[in-house]
């Protein structure tokens, strides 16, 4: 039973280095391209529904080969970021990364090349820091698990929402495994793609508690007394504290003099993000009821402007594919009255021959059998030719009149040319 002597505290937080809060969701090549500093993650199926009748044709062809779909991709950077939900920056490693995707030996990569997402509101893309992952550092923090206590009771104390950004960004780049002494090698130092909220970004929050802030802030100072690497200082009007991941076993557990790895040995590694910083420290200050009502607020306009800004992109993609479908139609018209109109040539010609051959003589006939007149020649000098005695002379006649039509075949007759002429003649 939740008790009634609990107090309520409006809370902005500011980040003071990197943070990541994993989730198992990754960004992967299909629904992403990085160009100029950015990353541009899109629907795959509003991509593929706002390309053009050929490019489709395309990318059908390259399904199942990875490299060349990314390649595509990347050919159509245009298209995907003018359809974009989300944008971020990414640092100069992670875009040389994604625009070469080569190995070692000059082959191209076939890996996924996934990157590790933050939390964020499914909905608004916006950071969030979820209220479980600050309760459980502030369980650790008030003592909530005493080893004695079984009761859950005490964890009902203490009531947190999850926090919204005020104002921030994502960015993404590389996480490295370091050991805590320069001189020694880490036993994973393979860098890890990791999207995380920049250094300054703020986040707001509500905590309903039993206790006082003054006792958090008594007891988190106590707690950073405690621990190594506690580089930023307690404020009059807050306190310090460090959540996410790679935020360190000594702050994730109550004991953190002897903390143990797996193996059963001291933690002598940490995590660094690609400029040096640690990761998961936080500020938390106690603000006024109402400048929290105005930072609501303030969130509320951001997210009506994305809203906004996703439903006019939705809107052009739309129109965009009812002009191809017009289009398409058009085309499709096009092409029926071209096989029409050609179907109808065909006939006409047909019709045309037809009349032609019944107006002619049987000779006549058998000359437009012939497409090449010098082989109708050959079959008569070698007895080919049907009935060829009774219509020599009218044959012979015909085709004089189809060799005088050039003057190569019968007026200026050379050779061959020559030879079938007087061939002609003398059957006239």
């Not at 053009?52 to 990347?74: A, C, E, H, P, V």
Request: proline letters at 2%; hydrophobic letters at 35%; aromatic letters at 8%.
């Amino acid at each position: 039973m939740i008790r009634d002597n609990l107090n309520t505290y409006h809370i902005k937080i500011t980040t003071l280095s990197p943070i990541h809060i994993g989730t198992g969701e990754v960004y992967e090549p299909s629904n992403f391209v990085i160009d100029n500093g950015k990353l541009y993650q899109f629907d795959e199926v509003l991509f593929y529904q706002s390309l053009s009748s050929s490019d489709k044709n395309i990318f059908n062809q390259k399904i199942g080969n990875w490299m060349s779909l990314i390649d595509f991709y990347r050919s159509k950077a245009k298209e995907a970021k003018g359809i974009a939900k989300f944008e971020c920056n990414v640092s100069n490693k992670v875009e040389s990364t994604y625009s070469k995707l080569r190995n070692a030996d000059g082959s191209k990569k076939q890996n996924q090349f996934q990157i590790a997402q933050t939390f964020k509101n499914p909905n608004t893309h916006r950071a969030v820091i979820p209220g479980s992952s600050i309760k459980g550092m502030l369980d650790t923090i008030l003592k909530i698990y005493a080893k004695k206590v079984k009761s859950n009771e005490p964890r009902q104390g203490l009531i947190l929402s999850d926090s919204m950004l005020l104002e921030g960004k994502t960015e993404i780049g590389y996480a490295y495994r370091k050991h805590k002494h320069p001189t020694k090698i880490a036993r994973s130092e393979i860098p890890q793609m990791v999207e995380i909220v920049s250094k300054g970004s703020t986040f707001i929050l509500t905590i309903t508690t039993e206790h006082s802030f003054k006792h958090i802030q008594k007891m988190m100072k106590a707690y950073h007394n405690d621990r190594r690497d506690s580089q930023y200082k307690q404020t009059a009007n807050g306190f310090v504290a460090r959540v996410g991941k790679f935020c360190g076993k000594e702050y994730m557990v109550d004991n953190g003099k002897n903390v143990l790895n797996s193996y059963g040995k001291p933690i002598a590694t940490h995590t660094l993000y690609e400029n040096g910083d640690g990761f998961g420290w936080i500020e938390m200050e106690q603000m006024t009821a109402e400048a929290y009502a105005t930072a609501i607020e303030f969130i509320a306009s951001e997210e009506k402007g994305y809203y906004n800004l996703i439903q006019e992109k939705q809107k052009d993609i739309v129109e965009n594919m009812l002009v191809q479908k017009e289009e398409q139609k058009k085309l499709k018209l096009k092409k029926e009255r071209a096989k029409e109109a050609e179907e109808q040539r065909v006939k006409r010609e047909q019709e045309e021959r037809e009349a032609k051959l019944a107006s002619m003589t049987p000779v006549q006939r058998l000359i437009e059998h012939y497409a090449d007149v010098s082989v109708l020649i050959n079959d008569m000098k070698t007895g080919k030719i049907e009935n060829f005695e009774t219509i020599k002379q009218e044959l012979a006649q015909e085709i004089k009149k189809v060799l005088q039509q050039a003057p190569k075949t019968w007026d200026k007759a050379k050779k061959k040319a020559l030879d079938r002429r007087h061939y002609i003649e003398s059957l006239l």
